[in-house]
Structures are given as structure tokens and as C-alpha cells.
């Protein structure tokens, strides 16, 4: 595939009108980080089809069933969106394949071996899930789905499936045990691998005086 700035524009503009009225911390900025992260991660892997690593990123959110309501309905419009933009049908399958299979909650119940491509991409969205900026999202989207803060007194959840992970009993904090730290481990590539390990020790360092503070140690 060879991507045109025409194609490009289109499928931008499609992704932001799915994504503008966003307050979970899946908005354009997101998109925009995690497109960047996976071009560069395709710029250190030759073998990659860097077109199709881009769309798949530009489009990973347009049917997120935790951002619609009707997953089957957003995702014809995103197939017709990459009509419309002359993406060649098996290109549209190769992207397709990687937002279905890429999600954190999708492989805990099918640890699917994804192409080289989604493998970029997926590394790209979860290191925008970790850091400072992971931080800042995960109570954003805490706040918009009323999670609690903290509850000292409830330990993270452990052994989760794909349905007990999207299950509302936990809190913001929890959520960095049961998947934001576990995510370093998880990463494909040894670029995305050397980029996190800044990340994660922001997120300990964070945890580490957000408990102290909530104690009243500091």
C-alpha cells in the first residue's frame, strides 16, 4: 500500500470525528501519540509495512466497545470509511486483524500471535498507556466512569479474563497492578522495551508518593 496525503486526510478526519466528543483519554492527542510511536517503531523495523502500521494506529480506537455502543455498527463505518479512502481490501484485512486482536482485554482470552505490523502498533498504544502521560489518562478515564480514586482496603485483582477485567470493582490505583505495570513485560519490540523502562519507574516512583501522601506520610 502505498498511502496518499489525500487518503491520509480522509481517514484522519473520519478517526476524529468518531473520537472528538471523547473524555476517557481516547481523544485525538492519543491517536496522534500512538501513530507517532509506531511510525518511529516502523522507521527500526525495515521489515514492516509502514503503511499499514500507521492506519492501523490512526483507526485502533473507532470501534473500541469501551468507547461505542454498538461495536458491529462502528466498525462497518470504519470499513467504509477505508473504502472510501481506496484502501485495497486486503489491506483493510491486515488492518482489520490487527485492531481486533490487539487489545489488552482481547488477549487475556486469546493470546493471538499478532503480525510484525501489530505488533508495532500494539506496542505503540501501550506505551501511551504507561509514563506520565499513562498517569494522567488512567485517572481521566477513571473520573469519566466515577472509579474510585483509592481504596486502601481492596487489594488489585489477580488471574483476570477478558470479562472480569472490564468488570467495575476496582480503583484507579488498583488498575496500575492489574495492567498498567504489567505492560513492560508484555511489549514486543526492544525499542517500545527501552522506551518503557523510563516510563515504568515514573509509575512506581508516582504510586510510591501518591500511597505515602494518602498515609499521611508526606
Same mark, same amino acid.
Given at each position: 500500500m502505498m498511502l496518499s496525503t489525500q487518503q491520509w486526510? &480522509?481517514?484522519r478526519q473520519f478517526t476524529q470525528q468518531v473520537l472528538d466528543s471523547d473524555h476517557t483519554g481516547h481523544g485525538m492527542d492519543h491517536i496522534d501519540r500512538v501513530v507517532a510511536i509506531a511510525e518511529q517503531l516502523a522507521q527500526q523495523t525495515p521489515a514492516a509495512? !509502514?503503511?499499514?502500521?500507521?492506519?492501523?494506529?490512526?483507526?485502533?480506537?473507532?470501534?473500541? &466497545?469501551?468507547?461505542? *455502543?454498538d461495536v458491529?455498527?462502528?466498525?462497518? *463505518?470504519?470499513? +467504509?470509511?477505508? +473504502?472510501?479512502?481506496?484502501?485495497a481490501q486486503d489491506d483493510q484485512q491486515a488492518i482489520f486483524a490487527i485492531i481486533d486482536q490487539?487489545?489488552? !482485554?482481547? &488477549? %487475556?482470552?486469546? #493470546?493471538? #500471535?499478532l503480525s510484525l505490523e501489530g505488533q508495532l502498533v500494539q506496542d505503540a498504544d !501501550? %506505551?501511551? =498507556?504507561?509514563? =506520565?502521560?499513562?498517569?494522567a489518562r488512567t485517572f481521566y478515564y477513571g473520573g469519566a466512569h466515577d472509579t474510585p480514586m483509592y481504596q486502601s482496603d481492596v487489594a488489585p485483582r489477580s488471574e483476570l479474563d477478558g470479562q472480569t477485567y472490564r468488570q467495575q470493582e476496582s480503583s484507579v490505583i488498583n488498575h496500575?497492578?492489574?495492567? %498498567?505495570?504489567? %505492560? +513492560?513485560d508484555l511489549l514486543n519490540t526492544d525499542a517500545a522495551k527501552k522506551i518503557a523502562q523510563h516510563r515504568q519507574q515514573?509509575?512506581?516512583?508516582?504510586?510510591?508518593?501518591?500511597?505515602?501522601?494518602w498515609r499521611g506520610e508526606r
Open positions: 486526510a &480522509q481517514l509495512k !509502514r503503511d499499514i502500521v500507521v492506519v492501523a494506529a490512526l483507526l485502533h480506537d473507532t470501534y473500541d &466497545q469501551k468507547l461505542v *455502543n458491529a455498527a462502528a466498525k462497518a *463505518n470504519t470499513a +467504509q470509511a477505508m +473504502q472510501t479512502a481506496a484502501i490487539m487489545s489488552y !482485554r482481547y &488477549q %487475556l482470552d486469546h #493470546p493471538t #500471535p !501501550r %506505551l501511551d =498507556a504507561i509514563g =506520565a502521560i499513562g498517569i496500575f497492578y492489574e495492567k %498498567l505495570l504489567l %505492560l +513492560q515514573v509509575m512506581l516512583d508516582f504510586l510510591d508518593e501518591f500511597k505515602a501522601e
